[in-house]
């Protein structure tokens, strides 16, 4: 049940009801804070004039025509003509009943639609970086929530694993193998193989020739070229989902889509863009000039599908790949997680491709960027000698760390349960602390902060959750059939009732804005509000009656069944001791 929804309709009919005209806006929110109602409704202002009355009238009058009896208790006007709206506890209770009766919370799927997510998308020519760890994580959280809310989700791998840097690296893999290497050892370390590459490339008689005429064998098809090529990707793609699997990311061999799945239809695409006008030449290449992208001297921008020589470009690439996504997948949304420095090229794509009948318009494509994952200096975060950081390296150090703080707590845990748990918590605060920023921003990457157990981070919520579990434990009841009548007395009883039916609202953001963090920002709240509710409300102390502790019980599971479902969405796993 979406209270937001039903809450909304109701107030929209009343104020029509009350002559208000079609399209007049229905601000509902959230209250956020305590003795200002559950939610509120601040329609009345705006029409003041339209009305000639005065906003609390208003606001009384709507008091009066909207038909809330069952599901609210009191709708009181204050300040200038806010509607304070307190759901009846009762209403509530029947509603959590429901929702801790079934496996999806009574969550109902949204109208289905084929949503291609675009992200992870490392370039396999180099060692995956924190740019693609941020693609990766949000990108598989939103991709897990839409599946959840029943969407068609088809992911692909855009990896970056054609173009003409493979000529060096080809010919530098062609000497190695010819010297008896064999390739998994020649490209363990994909850095240091690119970096010598390169040396020869800038340095070594005849090598830069050599490199060349492999990118012309690699565009031709060359076989032997391609068996090279083929070793190398395969090599690369191994490291990234190494990556993946200590990540706990969703992405399989099978969702790889790289741009050089889209080599044989470039032609065709930079021909059908020409025919339709969109794309001239200009001094030999084949450019589309943006009007609506000019700039301060009117001068349009120059947007290049195919440059002089006759190579193909990263942007002819993304016109293959929508015509494929939109016309053979039949997407109806397109998102793609890229940092914002690509927030230009993608604007340029989408204009582009609707110009050219590749985006219908019924299909929407959007860009979702992330800004940068800064070190403590607030500067591109590096090693401490200013390389690149390794993900597989910075994974086995969260693990590590996280070891250190789970072995210095009490518990009676085995070592191998804590090796488990520490597992967990080491990447589910990696994940989370970049997860539960707005992704628009840049955000500092903080050991301490992430792996600390109060505040907004994963341990806390994990925490939360196996709190939950020892419980049930202490209070020697089966939880899978506990059955009790939840009564909703206490205020903070009410509170976290209100916050337990606000899941889906929250994860019907995620899905629409593609933000993740408006998951993590639900969570943590439920997971505060759980806590005063437990110090609030005991339940395992001397003299709770039965049906109290039962009631408080049942709140307390569907508390951990949401921590838990929430949680699995953005890809943190949850576990019963800690
Ligand atoms: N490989 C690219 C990069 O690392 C990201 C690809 C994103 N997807 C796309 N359709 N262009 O920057």
Partial sequence: MNLHTLLLAKFQAALTAIGAPEGTPAPLSRSTRVGFGHYQ????MALTKLLKQNPRDIAQKIVDVVELDDEVEKLEVAGPGFINIYIKPQWLAQQLQVANADSRLAIKTEKQQTVVVDYSAPNLAKEMHVGHLRSTIIGDSVA???????????RQNHMGDWGTQFGMLLAHLNDKLAANEIAE??????EDFYRAAKVRFDNEDGFADRARDYVVKLQSGDAQCMQLWQNFIDVSIAHSEEVYEKLNVSLKRSDVMGESAYNH????????????????????????FLQEMADKEGNPAAYIVQKSGGGYLYATTDQAAIRYRNGVLGADRTLIFTDVRQALHFKQTGIVARKAGFIKADQSYEHCPFGMMLGSDGKPFKTRTGGTVKLAELLEEAIERAAILINKRESDLSAQERKIIADKVGIGAVKYADLSKNRTTDYIFNWDTMLSFEGNTAPYLQYAYARV?????????DDVNLQADIQLEEVQEQLLAVKLMQYVEAIKQVSSEATPHVLCTYIYELASLFMSFYEACPILKEGIDEQTKNSRLMLAQLTAKTLQSGLDLLGIETMEKM
């Fill in 41 to 44: 409704f601040n329609g009345a």
């Fill in 144 to 154: 897990k929530t839409l599946e959840f809310l029943g969407h068609k989700v088809i």
């Fill in 185 to 190: 050892t020649a490209l363990s370390d994909l």
């Fill in 265 to 288: 239809d470039l032609a065709a695409t930079v021909a059908e863009l020409k025919t339709a006008g969109i794309v001239v030449e200009s001094q030999g290449a084949q450019v589309a």
């Fill in 469 to 477: 579990q020892s419980i049930f434990r202490k209070a020697d009841v």
